[in-house]
């Protein structure tokens, strides 16, 4: 697969981009705190830049021939739709970051590459299907559940959608293994927010006005929302995407093929429900010289990715089993 090169010229660039978009204008972060404006991005080549450290147009060929080569399947990651059978294959067996393939064909006949995305194990959340955006490729797509009623879908991309659709019912409530991939991440800078303008800050002068009769708004202070300590997570520019601000729970190192990826343990807490629990991938290529530990505050930008469960708890360690689907 990739060597251990630092990320090329391209992905450099969508890192900027990223970077750029956590500098919005008022009326900008009003309306990216309402989820206005996103689109259904299908497509998966920053995932592959950043968790890869390379370009995905030149890795991806030798992604496939590595997983098909040395990976593995389970019974539940196979299923079938109307007449062809369909298998996913994922290397390597004995971390929770793999790159995966599917392959599908009629039964019995050969079987073909059909997908290709990072497979990250999640953490167990109950959630309440709200909508879904199949993709016009590929056997995955994006997938809305709400945490709580009355709020809006938290979305993340299943790349087993076509396995888990009897189960993604609108309404019905599902057990969903629910990762993250950070495509930037940092240490948090700030302890408070200062607002100067705004909806959020309208509401605060006026309070401010009525409490000190004889002002002007030309004396209005800043709004100052202190922000250690402090869980979010605002929608980003894409479906699934997310601005993040939490506490590290716990750190865990991995490898995928020579790429050192951090699993970061992050919990969101709701105020009548039990919390949001979040496994975090962040690669060196993300990363660079931090080294995150238990306690630190964390600022991150991530695309959100889970499935329908597959497995009870007791086998999450089994070694995915092999198969030969190509014979």
């Known amino acids: 697969m990739a060597d251990n090169k630092n990320v090329d010229a391209a992905s450099a660039s969508a890192q900027e981009s990223v970077e750029d978009r956590r500098k919005p204008t008022p009326e900008e972060a009003k309306a990216m705190l ?59 067996q004995d971390s929770p970051v793999r790159a995966s393939v599917t392959m599908s064909g009629p039964e019995g006949e050969k079987m073909r590459p059909v997908d290709a995305c990072p497979l990250l194990e999640g953490l167990p959340n109950d959630m309440t299907v709200a909508e879904l955006h199949p993709w016009q490729a590929g056997v995955g797509g994006n997938v809305g559940c709400t945490m709580e009623e009355g709020r809006k879908p938290l979305w993340f991309y299943d790349p087993m959608m076509e396995r888990d659709h009897d189960d993604l019912t609108p309404g019905v409530t599902q057990t969903i293994l629910l990762a993250g991939l950070a495509i930037s991440l940092r240490k948090a800078l700030l302890d408070e927010l200062t607002i100067t303008q705004g909806s959020a800050y309208e509401v605060h002068a006026e309070s401010w006005l009525q409490q000190n009769p004889g002002k002007s708004r030309l004396d209005v202070p800043p709004l100052k929302i202190p922000l250690a300590g402090k869980h979010l997570i605002m929608p980003g520019q894409n479906f699934c995407e997310y601005q993040l ?22 919990h969101f807490p709701f105020e009548s429900r039990e919390p949001m629990h979040l496994a975090l991938y962040a690669p060196k290529t993300v990363l660079k010289d931090y080294e995150p530990k238990e306690g630190d505050e964390i600022d991150a930008y991530a695309w959100f990715q889970g499935r329908v469960v597959d497995l009870p708890p007791s086998s999450h360690d089994e070694m995915p089993e092999h198969v030969s689907p190509l014979q």
């Open 34 to 92: 309402e989820g206005a404006y996103r689109q259904h991005l299908e497509g998966l080549g920053l995932q592959w830049g950043v968790l890869l450290g390379g370009h995905p147009q030149q890795l991806m060929s030798q992604v496939v021939a590595t997983v098909l080569q040395e990976g593995g399947t389970r019974p539940v990651w196979q299923w079938k739709v109307k007449n062809d059978d369909f298998v996913v294959m994922a290397w390597p």
């Open 245 to 266: 601000r939490a506490t590290v729970a716990q750190v865990e190192d991995h490898m995928l093929e020579k790429m050192p990826v951090k699993l970061i343990y992050l």
